[in-house]
């Protein structure tokens, strides 16, 4: 079974896909993917967490990755909750935030393996070769 990414441009969601994004805790929705989330996906300008239409915001603006991890935490939950809709992960963080995909991928590794979320290709990329590196270390006895 071969995984899915998220794409790099969504410009359409079925009824059942929600457009998942990085936000600022005012919901400002000013760039980036959230705008997109805010012209496309029915984000709320004034919202900065949580399902919004067919978008979902994750806030990335507030401080360090320990801050994202609880919000990331509990999209996880409604992800696994809402198992008949797909969730279409953007690069969160990755931009205006200026984080890198090493510091954020690791936040998503529970959602890895649920068959209803897409992560970017390049988060899947971290999250593998880092569960490949452990399972080489623990075979070595390393």
Request: proline fraction near 4%; charge should be negative.
């Amino acid at each position: 079974m071969g995984l899915k990414y998220t794409p790099e441009n969504i410009t359409h969601l079925d009824e059942d896909e929600i457009f998942v994004f990085g936000s600022n805790l005012a919901g400002n929705h000013g760039g980036g993917a959230a705008r997109t989330a805010l012209e496309r996906f029915g984000a709320i300008r004034g919202q900065g967490v949580g399902l919004q239409g067919q978008s979902y915001a994750i806030p990335t603006m507030q401080g360090g990755v320990e801050t994202i991890k609880p919000y990331v935490d509990e999209f996880i939950a409604l992800a696994r909750e809402w198992d008949q809709t797909t969730f279409y992960v953007t690069r969160i963080g990755c931009g205006i935030a200026g984080f890198k995909d090493e510091e954020i991928a690791p936040l998503f590794a529970e959602a890895l393996p649920l068959y209803n979320v897409r992560l970017p290709k390049s988060f899947v990329d971290i999250l593998t070769k880092s569960k490949h590196s452990l399972t080489s270390e623990e075979a070595t006895g390393v």
